[in-house]
C-alpha cells in the first residue's frame, strides 16, 4: 500500500460526457502528480501541483483540466470524452527537494473506459 | 528534447538467465530514477541515481549511471519469474516536477 488513494478504481462512460478523478496524496506529501497511461504505452505526464499550486504542465489536452485542494488532495477532470481518452490515469505524490522531484508514490490508478 | 529512450521495448528471457534494460538521454541528466511495475499495478520505484559513474545493487539488480550522466541501466542476475514486468526509468528536471519516463522495457521470464 502506497499511502496514495485513487477513486473510483473503474469507470466506464460515453463519448462527450465528463467525469472527475480523485486523488489523496500520502500523508504530509505536498506534491501531486498526474499520469496517463493507455494500453502498451508508458507513462505519460499530464500535470503536477504544489501545495495547491500548478508547478508544471504535460502534454495535458485543453479538455482537461486540474486542482490541488486546501487539504491536499487532487482532482482531475476529463471533459468532451472521446474513445482515445480511454486509459489508466494514475496519481503519485511525493516530497520533493529542492535537488529533485523525489520519490514518487503511485495509487493504484483510475480505468477509464469511453463507449 | 527531454525525452528518454529505452531499449529494448520487450524481453523474453529463460527462467536463470540474466537481463538488462537500458536508458539514454541526448542531453545530461540531473538524475535517474527506476520504477517497476507488475502487471496490473501500478509502477513501484526502485532507485535513484544521481552521481556520475553511481553503480547500486539490490540484491540481484544493480543500476549504473554513466559517466557523462546521459545513459543509465539495470541489470538483473539470474531472473526469476517475480522479476515479470515493466521496467521503467525516468528523468528528474530539478524540484519542478515533470518527471519524464522513458517508454519501459517488459520483461517476461519462462519458468
Known amino acids: 500500500d502506497s499511502g496514495v488513494t485513487q477513486t473510483p478504481k473503474h469507470l466506464i462512460t460515453a463519448t462527450g460526457q465528463r467525469v472527475t478523478l480523485r486523488c489523496s496524496p500520502r500523508s504530509g506529501d505536498l506534491s501531486v502528480y498526474w499520469y496517463q497511461q493507455s494500453l502498451d504505452q508508458g507513462l505519460q505526464f499530464l500535470i503536477q501541483?504544489?501545495?495547491?499550486?500548478?508547478?508544471a504542465k504535460g502534454n495535458i489536452l485543453e479538455r482537461f483540466s486540474a486542482q490541488q485542494f486546501p487539504d491536499l488532495h487532487s482532482e482531475l477532470n476529463l471533459s468532451s470524452l472521446e474513445l482515445g481518452d480511454s486509459a489508466l490515469y494514475f496519481c503519485?505524490?511525493?516530497?520533493?527537494?529542492?535537488?529533485?522531484?523525489?520519490?514518487?508514490?503511485f495509487g493504484e490508478g483510475s480505468r477509464l473506459t469511453v463507449l | 528534447g527531454q525525452q528518454v529512450m529505452q531499449i529494448p521495448q520487450y524481453q523474453h528471457v529463460q527462467e536463470g538467465e540474466d537481463f538488462t534494460t537500458y536508458c539514454n538521454s541526448s542531453?545530461?541528466?540531473?538524475?535517474i530514477q527506476w520504477y517497476k511495475q507488475r502487471p496490473g499495478g501500478h509502477p513501484v520505484f526502485l532507485i535513484q541515481l544521481v552521481k556520475s559513474g553511481e553503480v547500486k545493487k539490490q540484491k540481484r539488480l544493480t543500476f549504473q549511471f554513466g559517466e557523462a550522466k546521459k545513459n543509465s541501466s539495470l541489470h538483473i542476475t539470474a531472473t526469476q519469474t517475480t522479476d515479470v514486468g515493466t521496467y521503467f526509468c525516468a528523468r528528474g528536471s530539478g524540484n519542478t516536477g515533470k518527471l519524464i519516463f522513458g517508454q519501459g522495457t517488459t520483461l517476461q521470464v519462462k519458468p
Open positions: 503519485a505524490s511525493s516530497v520533493p527537494t529542492i535537488r529533485d522531484t523525489g520519490e514518487l508514490f
Open positions: 542531453t545530461t541528466l540531473s538524475n
Open positions: 501541483y504544489y501545495n495547491g499550486e500548478e508547478r
